[in-house]
């Protein structure tokens, strides 16, 4: 299938958002247009402050306030209700921060079984799921750490499974490596970027590092509030 053809999982129409700081409104985005399909691995680089946070959370519905128009996997989002918006989380996206928020009192496999509970997955199939996920980073031998026995890679990679655990159109990653040195940082996107390939979901992944940008599909720069 062409590039072309395949489905549109983000289409994003003069997407806009300010904020008042006093008697001063900051205009964060400006008219953001951007189209991501599926199996794309685009790179959202921008410098610190730039906007790119704020982006991926008009994507990932994680707050109002946004002008525009926002559809996921073709349906409209910018008049959905709250729980509309909870729903097409839930069924559609995957998120990895910087800093990896996995839930220190269970295991890397119960890290992972989690979302799939919540999404109404049986449990025996949640953990096939989860350790396969698992095994696929190289997590093998580490199913049943906490995260305080993991390292700081193993930890991104556990939030990586993770985010792919419900087979969500599209992961988005918000300087998902800001944390960990070069080496470490540059084997853990790779892995993403494999994994996300591997499930058929798309990708945006913000970054200011020019050299892992450059790994990805296609980059976007936002500037000034757009994108160039």
Known sequence: MSDHNKQKVVELRDVRRSFSQGDVRIDVLKGVNLDIRSNEIVALLGPSGSGKSTLLQAIGLLEGGFEGSIKLAGEETAHMSASGHTRIRRELLGFVYQFHHLLPDFSAKENVVM????????????????????TSL????????????????????VAV???????????????????????TADIVLAELMSLVREEGSAALIATHN???????????RLHEGVLD
């Open 210 to 220: 020019e050299r892992l940008a450059s790994k990805m599909d296609r980059v976007v």
């Open 115 to 134: 979302p799939q509970l919540i999404a109404g997955t049986g449990k025996a199939d949640a953990e096939v799921r989860a350790e396969a996920l698992l």
């Open 161 to 183: 499974a993770r985010a792919l655990a419900n087979a969500p159109k599209l992961v988005l990653a918000d300087e998902p490596t800001g944390n960990l040195d070069e080496a």
């Open 138 to 157: 190289g997590l093998d031998q580490r199913l049943d750490h906490k995260p305080s026995k993991l390292s700081g890679g193993e930890q991104q990679r």
